[in-house]
């Protein structure tokens, strides 16, 4: 199964794109999109969209993983977010990718085997789990590998 997972922001969507076969991961690409500050919202939203739909198209995944929001602080930024999300889930469906979603409680689970484990605990067992040399860079980048890892253990 090839799995795309997601990291969603504005300013920066992280995701990585692994095959699972047989309970073997092997990472065939990861990155982030990146938008910049101060750039109109909707030239954001369709940028984010637009990068999406190529790397949909150049990797095939079969299945899509986003992290389910949550926001107790920042409105607006709340807000951005969730629309970048809703072009995220977009693009997803318009390629025929399903989709599922996932709490950060979840996803720290699946991959350290403890809920409350810290951030540096998530990316060390997202780099010892996909055999990685180093920590993938940004946060965001490895926060996607680790949900496209949770949807192979739940799917």
């Known amino acids: 199964m090839r799995i795309l997972g ?3 922001g ?4 992280g995701y990585g794109i692994i095959e699972y076969t047989g309970s073997k991961f092997k990472v065939l690409h990861y990155g982030a999109i990146t938008t910049q500050a101060g750039e109109n919202i909707f030239d954001r939203l369709k940028k984010i969209h637009d990068d999406l739909n190529e790397i949909i198209e150049h ?3 079969d299945v899509m993983a986003i992290e389910d929001l949550f926001f107790n602080s920042n ?3 709340a807000i951005n977010v969730a629309q970048a999300r809703g072009v995220l889930v977009l ?14 409680l979840q996803v720290k689970q699946a991959v350290t085997g403890y809920g409350r484990a810290d951030k540096n605990q998530v990316q060390q067992m997202v780099k010892l789990l996909l055999s990685l040399d180093k920590v993938p860079k940004p ?3 490895a926060d996607a590998l680790a949900l496209a890892i949770c949807c192979a253990h739940s799917t």
């Not at 504005?10 to 969507?13: G, P, T």
């Open 10 to 13: 504005f300013a920066i969507v």
């Open 59 to 61: 990797f095939k995944p």
């Open 91 to 104: 693009a997803a469906m318009n390629a025929g990718v399903k989709i599922f979603e996932y709490t950060p």
């Open 6 to 8: 997601i990291d969603p």
């Open 75 to 77: 409105q607006k930024t």
């Open 139 to 141: 946060d965001d980048t």
